[in-house]
T-cell receptor, first 111, second 111 residues
């Protein structure tokens, strides 16, 4: 069983829709949670970073963490065609170095 | 501009011919790491380095070597490449537990 589970999609939505992306994890040592966005032929770029349960908002993006359920989510409001990319969840424990990624969800926002 | 630079971006080579992929960062980060990205498997860590002369294995280190002689550089060495090392490779760097900055990737094809 993978430590981090993420539905690979693909997910296709119309422009303006609210998008919900999710990951579950099994390792309770994970304490820091990230969402990366990866465009085709580019490296992952950080979107959101949080270390506590609850919500964190940044513009159209909201990251949600529920440590008791070992579940994290990324919500995208008013989705745009430029949001079309692969979204990767990632997490790391307090012992440091090992960043563990989900498989990534491929999102397409249609004009 | 803060960046992680990988070279080459694309390489086609043959089994057994030693190759090196270079990685350089200009952010004075202590932590650097290498990942490979494969369909259905996501990003997996190969090796990481907490600082100069300090390296350790990640999840999939077999067939790879690294060295960290300078803080800014972290080359990935394939001594005797094999076809199962055909993949998309990413270098990343960060300050400690902070989210990592990724390069734009190196696509290796080993025939």
């Amino acid at each position: 069983q993978k430590e981090v589970e993420q539905d690979p999609g693909p997910l296709s939505v119309p422009e303006g829709a609210i998008v919900s992306l999710n990951c579950t994890y099994s390792n309770s040592a994970f304490q820091y949670f990230m969402w990366y966005r990866q465009y085709s032929r580019k490296g992952p770029e950080l979107l959101m970073y949080t270390y506590s349960s609850g919500n964190k908002e940044d513009g159209r993006f909201t990251a949600q963490v529920d440590k008791s359920s070992k579940y994290i989510s990324l919500f995208i409001r008013d989705s745009q065609p430029s949001d079309s990319a692969t979204y990767l969840c990632a997490m790391i424990g307090t012992s440091g170095s090992r960043l563990t990624f989900g498989e990534g969800t491929q999102l397409t926002v249609n004009p | 501009e803060a960046q992680v630079t990988q070279n080459p971006r694309y390489l086609i080579t043959v089994t057994g011919k030693k190759l090196t992929v270079t990685c350089s960062q200009n952010m004075n980060h202590e932590y650097m790491s290498w990942y490979r990205q494969d369909p259905g498997l996501g990003l997996r860590q190969i090796y990481y380095s907490m600082n100069v002369e300090v390296t350790d294995k990640g999840d999939v280190p077999e067939g790879y070597k690294v060295s960290r002689k300078e803080k800014r550089n972290f080359p990935l060495i394939l001594e005797s490449p094999s076809p199962n090392q055909t993949s998309l490779y990413f270098c990343a760097s960060s300050f400690g537990y902070q989210p990592q900055h990724f390069g734009d990737g190196t696509r290796l094809s080993i025939l």
